[in-house]
């Protein structure tokens, strides 16, 4: 699977759009984008994923470029609550099941 | 509807001493994952179940830990004999067609 870079850590102010990026510049044409986000003690929750189209829903919308070597995650209009760590993580195909987990950015949304 | 559900929260133990974390994964959800995660660090794999079957067990210290998964329903992951480095977070997940996965809260395991 290939390995994602992303910033270890951003601010956004409630109600701004968060934009968070994703190098992931050796993935290969058969390989997915996923999102996953980590609240303080909760577990990850998945956020949405995306092959080459864009895509969006309820919670975040996904921006590939169109050589897929990098993406945007955006929380249109952030709240405190969005406050957490993000995975962006590639995976070969959902059937293959693995998510390999970076460290993520941390993302803090204040008032 | 429930979401994975892992007991205990947290748990407190001395080094050498057997520990045991349980998994009730959301109802039909047949795959079931276990995952440790280090102090700063994104959860890693340690054991995948498909049903009542092991199938990606590789990442699973197996000279001290195991896991079962009787009826294909909960979950039990097994320490013994605990060591210091074991100290982390272990999260179960579970997933009907293996394209998302629902985590459960964790266990904060800490060893003395």
């Known amino acids: 699977d290939a390995k994602t870079t992303q910033p270890p850590s951003m601010d956004c102010a409630e109600g701004r759009a968060a934009n968070l990026p994703c190098n992931h510049s050796?993935?290969?044409?058969?390989?997915?984008v996923y999102w996953y986000r980590q609240i303080h003690s909760q577990g990850p929750q998945y956020i949405i994923h995306?092959?080459?189209n864009n895509e969006t829903n309820e919670m975040a919308s996904l921006i590939i470029t169109e050589d897929r070597k990098s993406s945007t995650l955006i929380l249109p209009h952030a709240t405190l609550r969005d406050t957490a760590v993000y995975y962006c993580?590639?995976?070969?195909?959902?059937?293959?099941?693995?998510?390999?987990f970076g460290t993520g950015t941390r993302l803090q949304v204040f008032p | 509807e429930a979401g994975v559900v892992q007991s205990p929260r947290y748990k407190i133990i001395e080094k050498k001493q057997p520990v045991a974390f349980w998994c009730n994964p959301i109802?039909?959800?047949?795959?079931l994952y276990w995952y440790r995660q280090n102090l700063g660090q994104g959860p890693e794999l340690l054991i995948r179940?498909?049903?009542?079957?092991?199938?990606?067990d590789s990442q699973l210290p197996k000279d001290r830990f195991s896991a079962e998964r009787l009826k294909g329903v909960d979950s039990t992951l097994k320490i013994q004999p605990a060591e210091l480095g074991d100290s982390a977070v272990y999260l179960c997940?579970?997933?009907?067609?293996?394209?998302?996965?629902?985590f459960g809260a964790g266990t904060r395991l800490s060893v003395l």
């Open positions: 050796t993935i290969s044409g058969n390989e997915y």
């Open positions: 179940y498909e049903n009542e079957e092991a199938v990606d």
């Open positions: 997940a579970s997933s009907l067609d293996k394209n998302i996965q629902y």
């Open positions: 109802s039909g959800h047949n795959t």
């Open positions: 993580i590639v995976r070969r195909s959902y059937n293959t099941d693995k998510l390999i």
């Open positions: 995306g092959l080459k």
